[in-house]
């Protein structure tokens, strides 16, 4: 099958970008989805009556939030009922925590957070170590003893396994300190809901069949269902697909199109990166599959025959005491109480939901989540009823749930994680989404393979507002490949500064339409962005003003176009360069005297001087060197001829003529 654009994966990011190209007029299109239904991490679906959420479930804030900017104009959203201060926390022996030292230890990870924001941009470890270090600081200037001290400990670590559940990482000692700023959050509420319905809403939205159905958008037509791809060959095909995107799916089918834009999970790419892409992608790009990280955190919904907890919006939460952690990991693993149990120590509470009064939501992280996903739902039941009557039995008559169900992002082949997030990796191998992000160019410099997905995301990754984001750009990149044919009275090839000055010429001279095309993209430095300037190329150091050139350095004289530009802005710096003054070092470290390196530079400059007078004189000169470099050796080697040096002294200056060459 034929076809101009092939999406890979029909989660948001695919939908979005989807949308946004048959908005563009770009209709040729096909969806590949793996699953047999639309969404990828986006899953609502029925249970006890109600409608919850597999993966995503929350809008996480207003501005700048595409998800917020569509569904607030129809009145979609709500604030979610769980309030912070209807939380309870009990201890694993089942006695309620006083809420005084509750609020003490919540309020040490607030300010610990409050605090962060700076310190996070330069902490050379995890969020882990961040976390440990500030409450081991805490500890030791408030004279933490006794109950107090236990408490905080264990609401450290609590607070440590909810926030991996929010950076969808397997643990808090995973995550980059400095990566966490990263995460750029949208202001204002964090936690609105769907009234009804769920986040497939979205769904709609994107299609625009919310809120008109007449006006829906054919994406869903162009969708084809469990259709998982075994592999893409982006180049060096031959014949009739040269330039072209073959690829393959594990059912035999083959698609060929101009372009691909791959939405998979960062944990697909992980597992398939080697065998999915031939020919292998580019060094950058398998480096920051590899350096970007993902983990799992699943949900677990049970279902009661009547609400026994006193409030909605309420939430259980659980803290283990030290001895009871050690004491359960040895009774779990031993054969009487059947094994592995030990994943329940990760699910650190539940809470009330808003679409059912009979429903509870649980939380569990990391390789615990893995371990559930792959037990049979009557052990999940079994355990969470354990859990439950552990902690909260004496304060509450708990009923056996009739009913259970879980999500499964960690094992599921099409999904292999939930969200991403900057790990330690990120930082070691220097990575970054933009790296991720960036299009593959063939042989024939054409972009064959787009990126697109929560995790291709600057700053909103782990969303599905940032996965909408990176599904808009990457239509918008094809749209513009597209559209990009016009009409100019004047094209300027190259967009250094003899282009822009050609061009700044031409608008002065009231010729507007003109258009500078540019072919180098400096994708170490800016991102893949276009950069003007050619052989100009400034870069930035810090956030103190501080830059490199890596082209161009000095302005050569007064009086030339150059400096009456940066002149009459003054824009010229009073420093002058240093270079050529200073210390020579010789191989053997030792420093030429300064008085044979005025010596040298004095003479070189006077044979410079003479070859000046050569080309002045050309036309009259009957012989003439071949080269300035030939002309200098000569010159320089007759000068040291006519002097009484010695070897040592006639070997440093040559040392020297070396380096002014």
């Not at 004279?143 to 991996?164: D, F, I, P, R």
């Not at 054969?335 to 699910?347: A, C, F, H, I, P």
Request: net charge negative.
């Amino acid at each position: 099958m034929n076809v101009k654009v092939l999406i890979v994966g029909a989660g948001v990011a695919g939908v979005a970008a989807a949308s946004r190209l048959l908005e563009k007029g770009i209709s040729d299109i096909v969806i590949l989805e793996a699953e047999d239904r639309i969404g990828g991490r986006v899953h609502s679906t029925s249970f006890g009556g109600c409608t919850i959420d597999m993966g995503g479930q929350w809008v996480h804030g207003e501005k700048d939030n595409a998800v917020f900017e569509m569904a607030s104009p129809l009145n979609l959203l709500a604030d979610f009922a769980l309030k912070l201060e209807l939380s309870e926390f009990f201890d694993s022996s089942g006695d309620r925590v006083d809420s005084e030292l509750i609020s003490k230890g919540l309020s040490l990870i607030h300010h610990i957070n409050e605090e962060s924001a700076e310190e996070m941009k330069v902490f050379p470890g995890s969020v882990g170590d961040y976390y440990t270090k500030m409450f081991a600081k805490i500890f030791k200037e408030e004279n933490m003893q006794g109950t107090q001290h236990m408490v905080a400990k264990s609401v450290l670590e609590w607070c440590m396994k909810y926030q991996a559940s929010l950076d969808g990482s397997d643990s808090c000692f995973n995550a980059s300190g400095h990566g966490h700023v990263e995460y750029w959050t949208c202001e204002g509420n964090q936690l609105l809901c769907w009234k009804q319905g769920g986040y497939n809403t979205v769904i709609d939205l994107l299609t625009r069949k919310l809120p008109d159905p007449q006006r829906e958008l054919p994406v869903t037509s162009k969708v084809l269902l469990n259709k998982e791809v075994s592999s893409i060959s982006w180049d060096h095909l031959t014949d009739k697909n040269s330039g072209r995107v073959v690829t393959e799916c594990a059912d035999g089918s083959l698609y060929v199109s101009e372009h691909v834009i791959i939405t998979t999970s960062l944990g697909v790419l992980k597992e398939r990166v080697h065998a999915m892409f031939h020919p292998a992608l580019p060094h950058f790009k398998i480096t920051a599959i590899k350096g970007l990280g993902i983990g799992v955190v699943d949900k677990i919904f049970l279902k009661f025959p009547h609400r026994w907890w006193p409030k909605e919006g309420l939430s259980l939460n659980f803290l283990w005491t030290e001895k009871d952690t050690h004491s359960f990991n040895s009774k779990s693993s031993s054969k009487q109480y059947g094994g592995g149990k030990s994943w329940l120590q990760d699910v650190y509470g539940f809470h009330s939901i808003d679409s059912s009064s009979t429903v509870l939501l649980g939380w569990v992280i990391g390789r615990s989540a893995r371990i559930m996903e792959r037990l049979p739902e009557t052990e999940v039941l079994d355990g969470c009823m354990e859990l439950l009557h552990r902690f909260c039995g004496k304060a509450y008559n708990i009923p056996k749930a009739e009913q259970v169900t879980r999500s499964i992002w960690g094992t599921n082949p099409h999904f292999l994680g939930c969200y991403s997030y900057r790990s330690v990796d990120s930082d070691v191998l220097g990575v970054s989404a933009s790296q991720l992000a960036s299009p593959v160019v063939n042989s024939q410099g054409k972009e064959v393979l787009l990126f697109a997905g929560e995790a291709t995301s600057d700053h909103h990754y782990s969303t599905v507002h940032g996965a909408i984001e990176t599904g808009f750009r990457e239509a918008d990149r094809l749209a513009s490949l597209y559209s990009s044919t016009q009409s100019c009275d004047v094209v300027i090839v190259g967009a250094g500064v003899a282009g822009l000055a050609a061009a700044r010429t031409l608008l002065h001279s009231g010729i507007h339409n003109c258009v500078l095309l540019e072919v180098h993209k400096w994708s170490t430095y800016s991102s893949a962005q276009c950069c003007p300037g050619g052989r100009i190329l400034s870069i930035p150091l810090d956030d103190e003003g501080s830059w490199i050139e890596m082209g161009a350095q000095w302005v050569h004289g007064e009086g030339n176009a150059v400096w009456e530009l940066a002149h009459q802005r003054e824009l010229l710096s009073d420093i002058i360069s240093a270079e050529g003054e200073g210390l020579y070092l010789r191989e053997d470290g030792f420093a030429i005297p300064l008085g044979v390196v005025q010596e040298v530079s004095g003479e070189v400059a006077r044979i410079l001087e003479e070859c000046e007078n050569f080309a002045l004189e050309l036309g009259s000169q009957k012989d003439h060197p071949c080269s300035i470099g030939q002309h200098l050796n000569t010159r320089f080697r007759d000068y040291l001829d006519h002097c009484d040096y010695d070897e040592e002294g006639r070997q440093q200056r040559l040392e020297l003529l070396d380096w002014h060459s």
